[in-house]
């Protein structure tokens, strides 16, 4: 009786930890452990509109009326590329518009002369807005043309400001690993 005791306990040993483990994946206990910051896509979108292919570039549709989220998106779009740094030659931001002669309040229009911009058809806004995040959102295309993380706008000062934070922190990352662009 001792030995199967014995046995019964030094079995359990082992195979308790392992019915542990699967209840904890099959429970979704464990959330996986996430060094981006951005959302990944689910189904990336290769784009053959993208101007500079050679570049990382950050993509963002311009909407007819810029509120506050879309400043917040604007700023960021500005001040990222120059965070980069010493890779700064490896990045760019593009702001696509639908239309080029829509007109926005000054303060706006100033941000706008800043970035280079491109206008693009119906085809590629409505691509846009397929998208997860539509037109509320950064995304960040690699250069080989895929739009791969979106950063959705937020509002508030301190939010904006880590939102910058989070695209330069994965933007940084993405730079050090990668050897393309």
């Known amino acids: 009786m001792k030995k199967k005791g014995t046995l019964l306990l030094l079995l359990g040993a082992f195979a308790l930890p392992v019915i542990l483990a699967k209840l904890v994946l099959d429970l979704n206990w464990y959330q996986g452990g996430v060094t981006n910051r951005g959302q990944l896509l689910s189904t990336p979108v290769t784009s053959a509109w993208l101007g500079e292919r050679q570049q990382w570039q950050l993509i963002y549709l311009l909407p007819e009326a810029c509120e506050a989220k879309c400043q917040g998106a604007l700023f960021n779009l500005q001040q990222i590329p120059l965070a980069v740094g010493a890779e700064k030659d490896r990045v760019s931001s593009v ?6 002669d829509a007109r926005y309040a000054p303060t706006v229009e100033k941000q706008l002369q800043a970035l280079p911009q491109q206008v693009v058809s119906a085809q590629v ?10 037109a509320q959102a950064i995304y960040l295309a690699d250069p080989h043309g895929n739009v791969m993380l979106a ?8 939010a904006i400001l880590a939102q910058g934070k989070d695209v330069l922190r994965d933007l940084k990352r993405l730079l050090k690993i990668s050897k393309i662009g």
């Open 95 to 100: 702001l696509l518009r639908a239309t080029p």
């Open 125 to 134: 806004i409505s691509q846009m807005q397929t998208l997860e995040y539509g």
């Open 151 to 158: 950063y959705p706008l937020v509002t508030g000062e301190a």
